[in-house]
């Protein structure tokens, strides 16, 4: 019997490949899919703002990147003991100016070399709704626990994502023209929004992006809600999808945007990835150091057969362990 109806999407062309550079930013969903990717030993970067929700946000980080932007500490500002910036996440911020300053421009710089190499540009949107500071009259990335006061909440149309995001990917491709253009929409619900205004808000990021041709949609957004579509794939806050649901979107993501010539790589990966964190339950043993050896084995002969892959926290790992006679 068939319990869901099937959601049939184009796969990605050309496929992705463990030579590809691969830049991800948007809301934490990216994160999620960076670490899946990252456990496969791909070559990527997330996130040089930190996680970002709006549309508005997503385009001025990129845009900062693109043109290497160096921030001053005129755009900082102080509250409760510490410096931000209006434009990204509170991880970047600081008691002291300088180190904000310092952990800000560093991003933006080594992510800008890699963005204009980079083969594929991952864009996760996860809110149409973004707050406009009053005074500064700009659309910040993150609010900072700022008086509510300070800003007006927005729900940005379908033609101005639409609009933004056009501008901003013509700017990247005018540079990088190889570059491939992947857009998803998070599946987190916003729910301090309120479930209508979260349909209403997925509704104009899911228009937006649809009306760009030159992007590749991959629908993470559907899997979730139109093929899992239970809170018990969802963590106790009934807002963010937990492990099975992320695994699952990883598996489509795999079957429909990586080259199928790499499973077989993936599976030993995966197994690495495994053997890597997991605990024996006595590591005096033969039974663990014959384990541990086996596995420095596979990986001297992956490195042998993909040198470009970086397995040396690995190699490092299975080579403290000697076989007792």
Same mark, same amino acid.
């Given at each position: $019997? ?6 049939? #999407? ?7 490949? =463990? ?8 809301? *934490? #969903? ?5 670490? !899946? %990717?990252?456990?496969?030993? !791909? @070559? ?13 946000? +997503? *385009?001025?980080?990129?845009?900062? +990147? ?11 500002? #102080? ?9 990204? =996440?509170?991880? #970047? ?20 070399? !890699?963005? %204009?190499?980079?083969?594929?540009? /991952? ?5 149409? !709704? ?8 700009? /659309?910040?990335?993150?609010? =900072? ?19 933004? %995001? ?16 992947? *857009? ?48 018990? /794939?969802?963590? +106790?806050? $009934? ?17 429909? *945007? ?33 384990? $541990? ?26 080579? @403290? ?5």
């Amino acid at each position: $019997m068939q319990f869901h109806l099937p959601i049939h #999407f184009p796969s990605l062309e050309p496929r992705i490949a =463990h030579q590809h550079k691969l830049m991800l930013l948007g809301s *934490c #969903f990216t994160e999620h899919m960076t670490q !899946f %990717l990252q456990r496969m030993k !791909f @070559t990527c970067v997330q996130n040089s703002h930190g996680i970002l929700f709006n549309p508005m946000s +997503v *385009c001025k980080a990129l845009e900062d +990147v693109l043109y290497q932007k160096l921030y001053t500490e005129k755009e900082l500002f #102080f509250l409760d003991e510490y410096w931000h910036s209006w434009y990204h =996440h509170s991880d #970047f911020s600081d008691l002291s100016p300088a180190v904000a300053l310092q952990k800000i421009n560093e991003s933006i710089a080594e992510q800008h070399s !890699f963005l %204009l190499q980079a083969d594929y540009l /991952f864009i996760t949107l996860g809110s149409a !709704f973004a707050y406009h500071h009053t005074e500064e009259n700009i /659309f910040v990335s993150n609010n =900072h626990r700022a008086p509510s006061t300070w800003f007006t909440k927005q729900l940005l149309s379908a033609d101005s994502i639409e609009k933004q %995001l056009r501008e901003t990917i013509a700017k990247i491709k005018s540079v990088n023209r190889k570059i491939k253009i992947v *857009c998803t929409i998070s599946p987190v619900r916003h729910a301090r929004d309120g479930v209508i205004e979260n349909n209403r808000s997925k509704a104009n990021l899911i228009e937006a992006v649809h009306r760009i041709e030159e992007v590749y949609y991959f629908p993470a957004y559907e899997l979730v809600i139109d093929i899992l579509r239970d809170y018990r /794939f969802y963590d +106790v806050d $009934m807002v963010h999808p937990n492990y099975q649901a992320t695994a699952y979107v990883w598996e489509q993501f795999v079957d429909h *945007c990586i080259d199928q010539n790499y499973l077989p790589l993936l599976k030993k990966l995966d197994q690495l990835y495994k053997s890597v964190h997991h605990r024996a339950k006595d590591t005096r043993s033969k039974a663990h150091q014959r384990f $541990m050896q086996e596995q420095l084995v596979l990986c001297k002969e992956l490195k042998a057969q993909y040198p470009h892959l970086d397995l040396l926290e690995e190699l490092n790992i299975f080579n @403290t362990i000697k076989i007792i006679k």
